[in-house]
Structure formats: C-alpha cells, structure tokens
C-alpha cells in the first residue's frame, strides 16, 4: 500500500572530509603480510562523561524552558478515534479491523490535526525498576493508546497494521489521518537492542515503498546504550526523569533527522553443526554471497544459513566470549541484574576470568590469536575489488564498528589525524559513509586502556563489504555478537563457515537530540 505523501520533512546529515585514498591494487590470492607502519595515530585523550551526565538529567539546552504539560499532550495526542482505530487494528490483526471508529466518529471532534504525533515503544522490563513506572508517566503525558509495550505490540504489528490502518484513510480521504502518517514519530524506550528491532521493522516501510518513513529517537534504559549516545540522547535513564521525560518528548518532535546505516549479515554453516542464534539473527533458505568472490576449498551437501541486520557493531573473538558468558549469567542469576551500573560491575569482573589478561602467559590453542582460524576479504571505498587482508597475529578480537561509540561510550577506532588517515587511505568516519571501521584488540591490557581511551585500537581497514572465512582444527567454536547479541558459533575442521556483511541499501532515520 502505498501514501503519496509529500516528503517535506528536512534531514541532517553530516559532510565527510575526503582524504587521499590509497591503490587497493589487485586481488590477493596467499595470505597477506602485515606491513610495519612506523607512523601512528593522534594519541586519545580520556574524555570526560559529565555533559553526558547533564544532558540526560535534562540541565542543558531546555533546562530553563518550562514546558506545559498539557500543551505537549495537545501537540503529541492523536484524536481518539484515530488512536482506537490504530489499536483496533493491531489487536485483530487486520487493517480493516478499526473502520468502526472512523464512521463512527463523534459530532464533536472539530477537525484539529495533531501537530506532532508521536507513539513511544517500552521495553518495560529494562530501566530496572523504572520501567513500569515510566511508562506510566508516558501514558499521562501522551495518551494510553500511544504507549505500546513491547510485551504487548510488536514492532512489525504497528508497521503492518496499525500505520496500514492510517495510510488506508489517508488514501479515502481523512485528512487528519494523512496529516499525522505523514508527522508521525517513534520514541522507543530501552536499550540498543530493542532500537534495532524497532528500526529493522520501520524498513519493512523502505522495502514496500509505503513512504514517509517515522524516525526514531530513544530513551536509554539499556546498559551500553551507545546507539542512544551517538545521537545525543545519553547513556542512561536521567535520575531527574519525571522532568526530563517532558524535554525528552519535546525534543523528539523537533530535533533535525539524520541518516544511519544498517548493515546485512548472511552466515553460511555446515549442515550438521547446530547454532542458538540470537533474536537478530535468523533462519533462512539459501545465502546469497557475492559472487565476483569465489568460494574457495569444498562446501558441504547441505549448510544451514542465517541472515541479520546490525546497526553498530559486530564482532568475533574474545570481547564476545565475554559477553556470551556475562548473558548466560545474568539470565542463570536475574537478581544480578539490577541496573546499568551494577551491570557494567558484573561484566567488568566477569571479563577477567575469562582468560583476556592472561594470553602471553599459557599455551592453549583457545586463547590465542584470530590469525590461526580467521581469513578477512574487504572491499574499499568505491572499489569493486575484493582484497584479502591480513590477520594481525597478536589480535584476539576484531570490531566492524558503525557508529562513534562502543562499550559504554568508548571510541574505540579514534579521532584520528588527517595526516594519518591520509597515509593509511582511511577517511573520516560517520555514521551514514557506507564503511565499516575494523579494528582489532589484543589481550585484556590493551583493550582496557583502549576501553579508557588512552590509545585507540589496532587499525585494520574501512570497507564497504566484509567477508570472513572461519575454519577450526583445534578450535572447536568461536563467539560472534551483533549490537550486543553474542552468540557461540560452532566450526568444522573439515569445511569453512563463512559470513559476509554489506550495507542495507537503504538508510534508517534518527532523530538527533543536539
């Protein structure tokens, strides 16, 4: 179904610095050397959380601006048939399943187009104990039927049915119904995960052509929350909320929108393996592979395939053997569970008995280096030739980093200087430039100064596609994670397991606090 809809609303989106680009020179068959690089990147400075802390309580910005509660429910309230006419729809599951409400509608509504409608999304179990009281306090502010908990309605249920059930009365004519599918936002309440999910369902909209597209803007209640922080939201639920939700709500409906990558991952496995994927990842019929790169060695009779999307980060090796293992306690022992800070406690504790620190010092094959069961093919920016890459040998975890922040924050990849990225052919990175960063952290010492920002990571390359060959031998499996989602990924000696990443061709839409 589609809306014609004139797309007027305004995007943001930020210029990118072009530097030299280096010759990515021909295809390399044998495995790459590294070269020695004598030059190295601006050192980081540690940067201060405090502005993060001020924003999020609210104490810039809007700080001295009163906002009217009633005037924001007037702004961000739907009228009602229209809100029962949504919800109807989702429940029935069927896009017809409101139209009582629209010829029904009371005498009394006098034809007023809400200004900017909003409908909030609650994970109501993160936030701790927060959450059930904060969607309370959303209901108030905006209206009952605009709060969905997740526990409740799906995000793929509001895109098929309930913005379906707008876009229908637009095209028969209800103005108001038009209006407010066209001014619609999202607010989802919870953590990077639960933005993602709401995010790959608002692309069902892209890939049906069923336009405009409602942007997003977050309230934190997750742990890391570095998709929230790259946007301007804050990294964690404000303790001053009952304020700041009004600014929040404000700000949702009136900051710029900018464009956000996502990114596709297809993992082919032999048949007989057996993997528990995460909520991200799932089942598919057939992978389809970049075929200008050949498959190199023998594929098995029968594979199993699965696809994803991410929108900040993958990773494999030891960073998401931690978070594997810090997931499967939590969920063994939830009363541990009890916020961000005690979260960030746990992992931090948990990271240092898994063997990271520890690596120069024992022998087994397990914890030793990627380079021993990994091969990286890339391809550069505007280039449409696969380069094999090396693996560096003191590497124990490889980042494809989207966005700014990772782990709570960090910048891992740096603000580096152009003469570096210049020598290096990199470019500066954002959020919508089609690259990924891929950067490598070696043992525990390494990663935790990188994680305090005194150095950045290891650099490896940018690319606008990644394909990773996996095969053990002594490894028995290696973990892998997605925006926060580990999962451990069996191997077979015999045959390869493969995994290629390239952009969504279209882009997701945030909504930029600042």
Same mark, same amino acid.
């Given at each position: 179904?589609?809306?014609?809809i004139?797309?007027?609303?305004? *995007?943001f989106t930020?210029?990118?610095?072009?530097?030299?680009?280096?010759?990515?020179?021909?295809?390399?068959?044998n /495995?790459?050397t *590294?070269?020695?690089?004598?030059?190295s990147?601006? &050192? $980081?400075?540690?940067?201060?959380?405090?502005m993060?802390?001020?924003?999020?309580?609210?104490?810039?910005g809007?700080?001295?601006m009163?906002?009217?509660?009633?005037?924001?429910?007037?702004?961000?309230?739907?009228?009602?048939?229209?809100?029962?006419?949504?919800?109807? /729809?989702?429940?029935?599951?069927?896009v017809?399943?409101?139209?009582?409400?629209?010829?029904?509608?009371?005498?009394?509504?006098?034809?007023?187009v809400?200004?900017?409608?909003?409908? @909030?999304?609650?994970? =109501?179990?993160?936030?701790?104990? #927060?959450?059930p009281v904060?969607?309370?306090r959303?209901?108030?502010?905006?209206?009952?039927e605009?709060?969905?908990?997740?526990?409740?309605?799906?995000?793929h249920?509001?895109?098929r049915?309930?913005?379906a059930c707008?876009?229908?009365?637009?095209?028969?004519?209800?103005?108001?119904?038009?209006?407010t599918?066209?001014n619609?936002r999202?607010?989802?309440?919870?953590?990077d995960?639960?933005?993602?999910? @709401?995010?790959?369902c608002?692309?069902?909209? #892209?890939?049906?052509?069923?336009?405009?597209?409602?942007?997003?803007?977050?309230?934190?209640?997750?742990?890391?929350n570095?998709?929230?922080?790259?946007?301007?939201w804050?990294? =964690?639920?404000?303790?001053a909320?009952k304020?700041a939700?009004?600014? *929040?709500l404000?700000q949702?409906? *009136?900051?710029?929108?900018?464009?956000?990558?996502s990114w596709?991952?297809?993992?082919?496995m032999p048949?007989?393996?057996?993997i528990?994927?995460?909520?991200s990842?799932?089942a598919?019929?057939?992978?389809?592979f970049?075929?200008?790169?050949e498959?190199?060695?023998?594929?098995?009779?029968?594979v199993?395939?699965?696809?994803?999307v991410?929108?900040n980060?993958?990773? $494999?090796?030891?960073? !998401?053997? @931690?978070?594997?293992?810090f997931?499967h306690?939590r969920?063994?022992?939830?009363?541990l569970?009890?916020?961000?800070?005690t979260?960030? $406690?746990i992992?931090?504790?948990?990271?240092c008995t898994?063997?990271w620190?520890l690596?120069?010092?024992?022998?087994?094959?397990?914890?030793?280096?990627?380079?021993?069961?990994?091969?990286?093919?890339?391809?550069k920016? &505007?280039?449409?030739?696969?380069?094999q890459i090396?693996?560096?040998? /003191?590497?124990?975890?490889?980042?494809a980093?989207n966005?700014?922040?990772?782990?709570?924050?960090?910048?891992?990849w740096g603000k580096?200087?152009p003469?570096y990225?210049?020598?290096?052919?990199?470019?500066?990175?954002? !959020?919508?430039?089609?690259?990924?960063?891929?950067?490598?952290?070696?043992q525990?010492?390494h990663?935790?100064?990188?994680?305090?920002e005194l150095?950045?990571?290891? #650099?490896? !390359?940018?690319?606008?596609s990644?394909?990773?060959?996996?095969r053990?031998?002594?490894?028995?499996d290696?973990?892998?994670?997605?925006?926060g989602?580990?999962?451990?990924?069996?191997? /077979?000696s015999?045959?390869?397991?493969?995994?290629?990443i390239?952009?969504v061709?279209?882009?997701?839409?945030?909504?930029?606090?600042?």
């Amino acid at each position: 179904m589609s809306l014609n809809i004139d797309k007027s609303t305004p *995007t943001f989106t930020p210029k990118k610095k072009k530097y030299k680009k280096e010759d990515s020179g021909k295809r390399i068959m044998n /495995s790459p050397t *590294t070269a020695r690089d004598s030059s190295s990147p601006t &050192r $980081i400075v540690a940067r201060s959380s405090m502005m993060d802390w001020i924003r999020a309580c609210g104490l810039s910005g809007l700080a001295g601006m009163k906002i009217d509660k009633e005037e924001l429910r007037r702004r961000l309230s739907m009228p009602q048939y229209l809100r029962l006419a949504m919800l109807d /729809s989702i429940k029935k599951k069927d896009v017809d399943g409101g139209d009582e409400h629209f010829r029904s509608r009371s005498s009394d509504y006098d034809g007023t187009v809400p200004q900017s409608p909003i409908v @909030v999304f609650i994970n =109501s179990r993160s936030g701790g104990r #927060h959450g059930p009281v904060l969607k309370e306090r959303l209901q108030q502010l905006i209206s009952e039927e605009q709060v969905f908990d997740l526990l409740d309605v799906k995000p793929h249920e509001f895109v098929r049915y309930g913005l379906a059930c707008l876009e229908k009365w637009a095209n028969n004519g209800d103005i108001c119904a038009k209006e407010t599918r066209r001014n619609i936002r999202v607010v989802v309440a919870g953590g990077d995960g639960t933005v993602g999910w @709401v995010l790959g369902c608002l692309g069902e909209l #892209h890939q049906k052509g069923r336009d405009p597209v409602p942007p997003v803007a977050v309230i934190p209640l997750g742990t890391g929350n570095d998709l929230s922080r790259s946007y301007g939201w804050g990294g =964690s639920f404000p303790f001053a909320w009952k304020s700041a939700i009004k600014r *929040t709500l404000h700000q949702a409906t *009136t900051g710029p929108i900018c464009r956000l990558d996502s990114w596709h991952v297809v993992l082919q496995m032999p048949g007989g393996e057996v993997i528990d994927p995460p909520h991200s990842l799932k089942a598919t019929e057939e992978c389809h592979f970049d075929q200008t790169l050949e498959i190199d060695g023998g594929i098995p009779d029968k594979v199993n395939c699965y696809g994803g999307v991410f929108y900040n980060y993958f990773s $494999i090796g030891m960073d !998401a053997q @931690v978070a594997y293992g810090f997931h499967h306690l939590r969920n063994e022992k939830p009363y541990l569970a009890q916020g961000p800070i005690t979260n960030k $406690i746990i992992y931090s504790s948990y990271s240092c008995t898994q063997g990271w620190f520890l690596t120069p010092c024992v022998s087994d094959p397990s914890l030793r280096g990627l380079k021993n069961i990994l091969r990286i093919y890339i391809k550069k920016a &505007r280039c449409s030739e696969w380069e094999q890459i090396p693996v560096p040998r /003191s590497v124990r975890a490889i980042v494809a980093l989207n966005l700014h922040n990772y782990g709570s924050g960090r910048n891992p990849w740096g603000k580096l200087k152009p003469e570096y990225l210049e020598k290096r052919g990199f470019v500066e990175a954002h !959020a919508d430039d089609g690259l990924l960063e891929i950067f490598g952290l070696k043992q525990g010492w390494h990663a935790s100064f990188v994680m305090v920002e005194l150095i950045s990571a290891k #650099h490896i !390359a940018q690319a606008s596609s990644i394909r990773l060959e996996i095969r053990g031998g002594e490894w028995k499996d290696v973990f892998m994670q997605m925006d926060g989602e580990p999962w451990k990924q069996p191997m /077979s000696s015999e045959y390869s397991t493969f995994l290629e990443i390239k952009r969504v061709p279209y882009q997701s839409l945030m909504i930029n606090r600042e």
